[in-house]
């Protein structure tokens, strides 16, 4: 028997209801403004140097980003990240490591794959095919993630028996592809051979996508992050930039 989806306000939505807002910051490379939950802080550390800060709780001075790595690296090497984050930090005297980019990206790679671990042992998260497939056919499946190397038969026969499970057969709805291979996934599980992954709670969908959907972005590996039930506004998730102007009762900042 199919589990009834629960649909929920989203995060967004709840903090409206309680008059408040999401913090927000400006890019430093392309001027626009995003929740600072999408885009990457890059922190001034005591020695001079920018590094990337991708949980955001460095201490210190930051700036924040909101670009993928190709538009990073062509800002880098044209100065205009520099410019940026001198007028962001009210500071000229810090370096940028020549490898940024690859920094970042690995920040982005090891937290979402923590936060799948986390799940896992939280017992958010079902492996192999066969119990997914049974749970997604009963509705119980909020997020479909695929090993980069799985294959299409199977991420086609597990996708099936999702949109059969939310009512949303001919959607054609895939679940994501996570852009590592099934070694990589099942090193950060703990777990042999993790090819599929079904999340199973909404706000554990939530909590991966708010990593992964940075990481896909960041990367150039957006495979509709948005492909999922959960209890997140589907509408923004891992689309990185928003080009808009601020609320104007929103606080926003360059760097803090």
Request: a neutral charge; hydrophobic letters at 40%; charged letters at 30%.
């Amino acid at each position: 028997m199919r589990t009834p989806r629960n649909d929920q306000l989203s995060q967004t939505d709840r903090a409206g209801k309680r008059g408040q807002h999401a913090p927000e910051r400006r890019c430093v490379v392309a001027g626009d403004v995003a929740p600072a939950g999408r885009l990457v802080r890059l922190a001034l550390g005591p020695d001079g140097a920018i590094a990337p800060d991708v949980l955001g709780k460095a201490p210190g001075r930051g700036a924040w980003i909101g670009v993928d790595r190709d538009a990073l690296e062509a800002a880098q090497a044209k100065g205009k990240l520099k410019g940026g984050l001198a007028r962001a930090l009210q500071d000229s005297a810090f370096t940028i490591p020549d490898d940024l980019g690859a920094r970042i990206e690995a920040q982005l790679a090891r937290a979402t794959l923590d936060r799948l671990g986390l799940e896992a042992r939280g017992g958010m998260l079902i492996l192999g095919s066969e119990r997914i497939e049974d749970a997604a056919r009963r509705g119980q499946v909020r997020l479909l993630l695929h090993a980069q190397d799985a294959g299409e038969d199977g991420r086609k026969k597990l996708a099936q028996a999702w949109r059969v499970g939310e009512d949303h057969e001919g959607s054609g709805r895939e679940g994501t592809v996570l852009p590592v291979d099934r070694y990589t996934l099942s090193m950060a599980l703990g777990r042999e051979n993790a090819v599929h992954l079904g999340v199973t709670d909404a706000r554990a969908a939530d909590r991966v996508l708010a990593h992964l959907s940075r990481w896909q972005f960041f990367t150039g590996w957006f495979r509709d992050a948005a492909n999922r039930v959960s209890d997140q506004d589907s509408r923004t998730a891992g689309n990185g930039m928003a080009s808009r102007e601020p609320d104007t009762d929103s606080p926003v900042s360059d760097a803090y």
